[in-house]
């Protein structure tokens, strides 16, 4: 009730798990037998039940001050995927060792905020099909998010070792190692500069599979603002390919606002100016507004006496030989005491990266 209830507040629909498929970009095969058509009918029933409560989210004009209005539709949101719920336990039930079952469940638990109840299902599939690098993905996204980032590495790296040709594992892979250094520093025995290689290697890695992926490449680009000194024809060279795949005006626009700041940062203050230029949308102008101010007080510094609040970063290009990825580890077993705390975020970067799930499909 707390997290639909936080969802109405905000209007935001639940994640639909199609769109989570399609973001992994894997196909299970499933034979055409009765048991696997079973499976297939729960799983339609679980998509459509997520489209229709979309669909009731977005023409919710409850307003928030009316309780009741919002608890009835809270009721009869957890009523629909009550029923879906139903339909996955009943599989179970017929069919307690099926593997693809098991995972299923726990993404649809997972769609629903249940993150521990989804983990549950996920190590009975592990247990069935160990060789299934879905299930060590999920594993590993859930390590990563609630503690425990030792198994978080061992389990990517589990996972790409099944399937080495999958972008997503190492996109989540490398989300994590950029994001708890400290960790992946002891793990690997690594110094934070040999961390911020291995993290990029990985990011690179995914991109050589799925070169087209925009959202890739502005994870990418995006992990330079993270390293000091500022690298910065490796962060141009990213932010270009960023723009080259990029699919709409909009996101163009926004490489472009990356751009400018990377070139400001490194002093190119007539090109960061023309990149500037070309941004016209909505969305973009109050921070475009900032850039022109910064880029303004960046190219006349002793006539102001107050700068932007957003770090100056040198304009030092550094070049450094992106790591390879090591020799997968064994899993582990040993977690790490709480949920890990991502370090602050910069200014520079928006939010943080999301790791990217898998169900069978």
């Known amino acids: 009730m707390g997290l639909l209830g936080a969802l109405l507040a905000t209007n935001q629909p639940l994640a639909v798990s199609n769109v989570i498929q399609q973001q992994t970009g894997i196909t299970v095969e499933v034979a055409a037998d009765s048991t696997e058509r079973e499976l297939r009918d729960v799983m339609v029933a679980d998509d459509a039940a997520h489209d229709e409560v979309n669909d009731w989210m977005r023409t919710n ?3 928030k001050t009316d309780v009741m209005a919002q608890a009835e539709l809270n009721r009869r949101i957890l009523a629909r995927f009550d029923l879906v719920r139903q339909g996955y336990e009943k599989f179970l039930r017929n069919h307690p060792d099926h593997a693809h079952g098991y995972l299923a469940f726990g993404s649809f638990l997972n769609d629903l905020g249940d993150e521990d109840g989804a983990k549950a299902q996920y190590e009975n599939s592990k247990q069935l099909d160990p060789k299934n690098p879905a299930v060590w993905n999920q594993l590993a996204n859930y390590f ?6 030792t198994n978080a590495f061992a389990d990517y790296t589990e996972a790409i070792r099944l399937n080495p040709t999958e972008p997503v594992y190492y996109q989540n892979f490398a989300t994590t190692v950029y994001l708890y250094r400290t960790d992946a520093k002891e793990f690997y025995h690594l110094t934070e500069s040999q961390v911020f290689d291995k993290a990029l290697g990985l990011y690179q890695q995914a991109m050589r599979l799925a070169p087209d992926n925009f959202v890739l490449a502005t994870d990418y680009a995006e992990s330079y603002y993270g390293i000091r000194p500022l690298r910065t024809n490796d962060a141009l060279v990213a932010w270009t390919n960023a723009l080259q795949v990029a699919r709409t005006d909009a996101e163009r626009q926004g490489v472009e606002i990356h751009l400018a700041r990377v070139k400001i940062a490194a002093g190119f203050f007539a090109e960061a100016s023309n990149h500037l230029a070309v941004v016209t949308n909505a969305a973009y102008l109050d921070l475009k507004k900032r850039l022109v101010r910064n ?8 006539t102001n006496s107050v700068t932007e609040s957003s770090p100056k970063i040198p304009a030092v290009a550094v070049t450094n030989a992106v790591g390879s990825i090591t020799n997968p580890p064994a899993p582990v077993t040993a977690v790490t005491s709480g949920p890990p705390v991502p370090p602050p975020s910069s200014v520079w970067q928006t939010t943080p990266p999301v790791l990217r799930g898998q169900k069978p499909q």
């Open 295 to 302: 880029l303004a007080e960046s190219e006349n510094p002793a």
């Open 61 to 63: 004009a409850i307003p």
């Open 144 to 149: 990563g998010e609630h503690g425990g980032l």
